[in-house]
């Protein structure tokens, strides 16, 4: 199956959305360009006319998204994260933000970010054997501007060109897509959003 998918590769084009910054991790593939049939499995889907097929993107063994927790230790497994920053960062996110001073947990917590993140493309990149033509990372609504910022600039440095926006963004543009939820389906829109808006 891996050399199908190797030889398949140069057929895919697909955008990436990721969520950071709550509880659960959660990454959406857009197919941008045809699903080569290699990859075409049943949770590969088209929400609506015009739009790109959407697919969750595995994280863990069961599941499109995994406790942050458990990100974030897949990330220094990678060599990504210093094990001493999870903690920190953690317990940073916890509540949905980082402090204001933007400095200690606030540090950790855009460090524990931006390595999940990488992480995730490299999930990605690895399931797909190509990487993602594009890339948008969606952070809570209660993060400020200056939070975004620093998130977008310590992607950057990474050499990801990332397009970082807010939840209520991301659900904006699944909806103005014409992909309908229900008020529980907030994260899902805001998954689907964000894959949309990379």
Do not use: N
């Amino acid at each position: 199956m891996r050399d199908e998918l190797t030889r398949a590769h140069d057929r895919l084009s697909y955008s990436l959305g990721v969520t950071v910054g709550t509880p659960l991790t959660t990454a959406t593939v857009a197919h941008t360009g045809p699903v080569p049939s290699a990859f075409a499995e049943p949770t590969v889907q088209a929400p609506a006319p015009g739009m790109p097929a959407l697919e969750p993107l595995p994280l863990g063994d069961l599941a499109y998204g995994v406790p942050t927790s458990l990100a974030a230790k897949s990330a220094a497994a990678a060599g990504l994260v210093a094990p001493a920053v999870i903690d920190e960062g953690l317990a940073s996110l916890k509540g949905g933000e980082p402090s204001s001073e933007h400095v200690g947990p606030a540090g950790a917590a855009v460090e524990l970010s931006t390595a999940i993140v990488v992480w995730a493309v490299g999930v990605a990149t690895e399931h797909y054997a190509t990487p993602p033509e594009s890339v948008a990372v969606a952070h809570p609504d209660t993060w400020s501007d200056t939070d975004a910022q620093l998130l977008a600039a310590a992607l950057a440095v990474t050499g990801l060109d990332v397009r970082v926006v807010s939840r209520a963004d991301a659900v904006e543009a699944a909806i103005s897509a014409g992909i309908r939820f229900d008020e529980s389906e907030a994260e899902a829109a805001a998954d689907v959003g964000t894959a949309v808006i990379a």
